[in-house]
């Protein structure tokens, strides 16, 4: 392609969102047959048309680190897929990286929408984009975890 630039590099799978038709249901099977632990928080989804934060529950692999995210679907009248995929994040060292990202997307001439530095509910930082077929993907950085 003749790009003046590198690939930035990523540290990892970081975490999966789908959409599920019951979260309570959906979390106690991933917690009984994966081993995943729930955390007592959740991410606002920021697809929320009315930008409410949906139903939701963050589940983690102790062993790992990788989590996922099982919620509602964003319409929240149980219409839509049913165990859609619903984004890809990928782990990145730090927020520079973030930045270097943005560039690369740029030199590909791939949309995106910037780097965004997030505080709810801490700090963190993402970068949001799409692949060809319209599936969500992002690099996502959260201070002191790769």
Known sequence: MGSAIER?????????????????????????????????????????????????????????????????????????????????????ADRATLDAWAAWLDSLTVPHGGVVDRTDPTGYATLEFRDPDGIALEFIHFPGRG
Not at 29 to 45: D, K
Not at 47 to 60: C, N, P, R, Y
Not at 64 to 89: N, Q, W
Request: net charge negative.
């Open 8 to 92: 930035p590099a990523v540290t990892g799978f970081h975490h999966v969102s789908a959409a599920v038709t019951d979260v309570e249901s959906s979390a106690l099977w991933y917690q009984r047959v994966l081993g995943l632990q729930r955390l007592p928080m959740t991410f606002p989804h920021h697809d929320a048309a009315d930008g409410s934060s949906e139903k939701a529950a963050l589940l983690l692999d102790v062993v790992t680190g990788v989590m996922i995210e099982l919620h509602a679907p964003a319409d929240g009248d149980g219409g839509g897929p049913r165990g859609a995929l619903d984004h890809l994040a990928f782990g990145v």
